[in-house]
């Protein structure tokens, strides 16, 4: 007897579920990821997905993704590796220009840099 598509539903999503505490296993901290799976039929077809990210940001970084290879379908790969290292390098700027920026407006803690005797 085949499944229905109930089952077939409940059994897609606990595989993706099973997936994605793979794929946030092995990925460095701080990467978010969206699996989207989906079928296709003249019936209309299914879709599901799975993200350890917020959802607003899982959504914003998909359309995003779709725009670029809906833009650049004739690019290839290269161009959007090329272009993710270009926004890493502008991240990493980004967040070491915060960072210093943050520590500058910190108080020193130390005390007034003089050293301290007792009497």
Avoid: W
Avoid at 37 to 64: K, P, Q, W
Avoid at 87 to 113: E, F, I, M, N
């Amino acid at each position: 007897m085949a499944d229905s598509p109930i089952q077939r539903h409940r059994q897609t999503e606990e595989r993706l579920q099973g997936l994605a505490r793979h794929v946030e296993g092995v990925l460095p901290d701080g990467v978010c990821f969206a699996l989207v799976c989906f079928t296709t039929g003249e019936h209309g077809g299914y879709s599901a997905y799975v993200s350890n990210g917020e959802r607003a940001d899982m959504i914003s970084a998909l359309r995003e993704a779709a725009d670029r290879m809906h833009a650049k379908s004739d690019s290839g790969p290269a161009a959007d590796i090329e272009e993710l290292h270009s926004r890493l390098s502008r991240h990493d700027r980004r967040a070491a220009t915060s960072k210093a920026k943050a520590q500058r407006r910190r108080p020193d803690r130390g005390g007034s840099g003089r050293e301290h005797t007792p009497k």
